[in-house]
């Protein structure tokens, strides 16, 4: 079943949108499945182009956002200690900063299960999450946070001001870059955002993406993949100003923006410091775009040649981390349960069931300790540390972790 909404003009400011790495059939990402549903499985074509006005990185293909944040949207956001320490630090950082106010009211888009939301509950802060996915809405709703079961958009926004007043901070971390309707965002952010307010996103670094050649970081939810300059173009277009950048080390590498109402705060000398760095390296150059598209070839090439070798010489591999980034990499490369034994993974909604497309069955974290693979490929390479520290007894029994990012290697 094939029924993507076809697009070839840049979400954002319409402009030429130049393809430069197909991915091919791809399936949702976050929608495992058992056997008898294989038959009806969703498929779109996985595309990746940027546009040559305002440079945003983006899909050639948007799917439907009712297909991927379903009521049972599998992904939840407190599946990480590093991740939970995250964004307690972030929380903190809202409430002790200069612009919220002495009554603060802090809006999150995408709550997911109440992670950061949970902090600022905590310190009898107001707080609302728009989170349109039914599950994890209700695990940060009996952890006591304000949720509403919805999409942020314009008229979302419109009723949430209207009937709680402006909010001071309003904040999404790796969201908004699963939203292709980003106009509407900016416009609903206009609504709600009070006028010293900060609207503050976080998602993948295209820089990051480039530099570690993590093609895996694009799938059916990650629609955009945003540099300092093409946010900040973005952002003027709507009547915004990007004042504030800062470097993350969470998931691979992300860029937290802070963005302002126009002529509302100075932008901090990081801004143009980036879009500079940026315009040097050439990010979105047509030359780092090809030489991006055949870096991916090659890794796919390294890591089908590594399973390949590791099958004839009779090893046990298995995977670890059913992550959504996954699914690019076992359809793209063709990673089959012939190569790939089964992936663990420790949220129960995924246990039991298969992967998306490839169908690899995932099975609970307890398996991975009893069952003693030689090899274990790390699907969840951006929780590297917090995995192999927890998994020592592995690596001490002589097991080896099989990583690709950002090139294929056996450690
Ligand atoms: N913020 C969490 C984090 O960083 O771990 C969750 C990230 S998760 C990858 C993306 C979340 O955004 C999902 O829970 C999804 O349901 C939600 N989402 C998608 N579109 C949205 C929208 N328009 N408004 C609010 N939430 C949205
Ligand atoms: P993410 O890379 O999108 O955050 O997804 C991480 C996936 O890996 C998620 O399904 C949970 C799983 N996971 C484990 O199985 N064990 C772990 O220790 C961690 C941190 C994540
Ligand atoms: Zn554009």
Known sequence: ???????????????????????????????????????????????VGACASCGMVQLMEEVPRELMFREDYPYHSSGSSVMREHFARTAHGFL????????????????NDGVMLGAVRDA????????????????????????????????TAAEVRAAEGPADVIYAA??????PYLESIFRGVDAL????????????????????????QIYDEHFYFFTATSVRAAAERSGFELVDVERLSVHGGELRYTIARRGAATPAAAVAETVERE????????????RFAADVERVRDDLTALLRRLREEGRRVVAYGATAKSA???????????LVEWVCDTTPQK???????????VVPPERFSTSHPDHALLFAWNHAEEIMAKEQEFRDAGGRWILYVPDVRVV
């Open 96 to 111: 002790e900063s200069a612009y919220a106010g002495p009554d603060p009211f802090v809006v999150e888009i995408g709550s």
């Open 174 to 179: 790796n969201t908004i870059c699963h939203i």
């Open 279 to 290: 315009r040097a390296r050439g990010l979105t150059a047509p030359d780092t775009l090809r």
């Open 193 to 216: 955002l009070a006028p010293g307010g900060r609207f503050v996103f976080e998602d993948p670094y295209w820089g990051d993406i480039v530099e570690k050649t993590s093609f895996d």
């Open 124 to 155: 009898g802060v107001r707080h609302l999450g728009f989170e349109p996915s039914g599950k994890v809405a209700e695990v940060a709703r009996r952890r006591g946070v304000r949720v509403r079961t919805d999409f942020f958009e314009e008229p």
């Open 351 to 361: 246990q039991g069931l298969l992967t998306p497309g490839a169908h690899l069955p």
């Open 1 to 47: 079943m094939t029924t993507p909404v076809g697009e070839t003009t840049c979400r954002v400011c319409r402009g030429p949108l130049g393809e430069f790495l197909d991915l091919g059939r791809q399936p949702l990402s976050d929608r495992f499945l058992t056997e008898r549903e294989i038959p009806g499985e969703f498929f779109y074509r996985l595309a």
């Open 328 to 338: 690019t990499v076992t359809n793209f490369c063709g990673l089959d349960s012939g």
